[in-house]
């Protein structure tokens, strides 16, 4: 069985993001206005761009294990550079975004609270990323017979 490991993050996210819209995770009305973080100039042109988020996320803490809100906002923030003169300043990104979307993945139950560690994926979270990492490894090898080595 292959992992999340295995195969290409970009394919991952975006078969993810179709999971997660036919699966129903819930969506603020105020997604269509908000910005994602302090170091943004807009906010996102893409419209499922919430479902995007929360893949994105389900995958960040499949790999880097328990991980809290506050170490979501330094992954998904930004360094600006000064347009004139000095270092970046890393901005954080939203919290409120990451905050709901977390508590989505814990309504549909992939994910679980660790108390002062932050969240992790349950074991229902687990068997589905690695059951769709599975069905893309084999996607890719059909079109790609050298990557059978790792299935």
Not at 17 to 32: A, C, H, N, Q, R
Not at 110 to 132: A, F, H, W
Not at 138 to 150: A, N, V, W
């Amino acid at each position: 069985m292959a992992k999340v490991y295995d195969v290409p993050a970009d394919e991952l996210i975006s078969r993810l993001t179709d999971v997660l819209k036919s699966e129903g995770i819930d969506v603020p009305t105020w997604t269509v206005f908000v910005k994602t973080g302090a170091h943004a100039d807009k906010p996102p042109q893409k419209p499922d761009w919430w479902y995007t988020r929360c893949a994105s996320i389900l995958r960040k803490i499949y790999l880097h294990g328990p991980l809290s809100v506050n170490d979501l906002r330094t992954m998904y923030g930004d360094g600006k550079r000064n347009m004139y003169y000095g270092a970046r300043h890393h901005k954080d990104a939203s919290g409120a975004i990451i905050r709901n979307a977390i508590h989505g993945l814990e309504k549909l139950g992939y994910l679980e609270k660790v108390e002062k560690k932050g969240s992790i994926l349950t074991r229902q979270g687990m068997q589905k990323l690695d059951k769709l990492s599975t069905e893309i490894l084999h996607e890719l090898i059909k079109t790609t017979p050298k990557l059978k080595i790792y299935s």
